[in-house]
């Protein structure tokens, strides 16, 4: 079953020439607090982190502007086990903002091997969600669109100032209304995959923690319908600030470069605002 799915995956070659070339670069170094997707590593045990993000499309249909608004709270429970839980708020399906979405996420960590410079680690995710959104595209995704759930694998090796990550997973809609006459036919289930790399360009060499990092990120995002075999593969490049290694401010974008799906966009930007309280949780 899983041989049949990778098979149907479709990656255009001048991606996997630009990853070749990426990760190729600098392997002696690395950054994995990636922008779109999560590593293998948790947040750092008896943390509590606040994220507050912004997504922001022109929808295909009309070309009008919309967006969704996250707030997000993670838990570092363990340093093998983080918790988060979000809420979603947008006017992508409708003309006012509002309440849409809350999900829940859990990542166990089962595998890390560490070095001086360098780790690797391996961990397993699942994640919920429940949406009042109804089901309009072919398109798959737990963020605020679908109700339904996820379950998957991501590995991330990390060398000095860089860091590859690799993840898969399957995703299975659950209890959304068809809108098949409004549009193209859904989907109820899909392979979602990602390849990840972080290079960390600033500082050259750390004098204290008080620095300011400077992180650069490429992502490329895809999915394939299983039960449709529709797909779509995004590229992703993000710029990240982490500032007093308590703060981050994301900056990315997601541009579609092949693929046949329905979807609300093809391209959007994202932009994020996440703070660490260390120790919090007794």
Known sequence: MMGAMLLHIYIPMRII????VLFSADRISGQELYV?????????????AFKLSSKVLREVHDNA??????????????????LNTALTFSD???????????RVYAKY????????????????????AVTRN?????????EGDNTGVQAGLVFTQLLHKFAASAGVSYLQQMGQ?????????????????????GYLLFPRSYQSYEQTNVNLYCEVLGQRNLD??????????????????????NAGARFQVAGDAHRMARNSIFISLEHYLLQALK
């Open 92 to 102: 992508m399906y409708f003309t006012n903002m509002r309440w849409e979405s809350a």
């Open 36 to 48: 779109f997707s999560n590593p293998a590593s948790n947040n750092p045990a008896k943390s509590v």
């Open 109 to 128: 960590r089962f595998l890390s091997v560490d070095n001086v410079h360098s780790h690797f680690r391996a961990a397993a995710f699942a994640k919920a």
């Open 17 to 20: 020439l630009m990853l070749f």
């Open 134 to 142: 109804p089901l309009v595209y072919q398109e798959l995704d737990l």
């Open 177 to 197: 209304t068809d809108r098949r006459s409004l549009g193209p036919p859904f989907s109820t289930q899909a392979f979602q995959y990602n390849i990840s790399a």
């Open 65 to 82: 502007l919309a967006s969704r608004q996250t707030a997000d709270v993670a838990f570092g429970l363990h340093k093998n086990l983080q």
């Open 228 to 249: 449709l075999k529709r797909s779509f593969v995004d590229i992703a490049p993000a710029l990240q600030l982490i500032v007093k290694s308590t703060t981050r401010i």
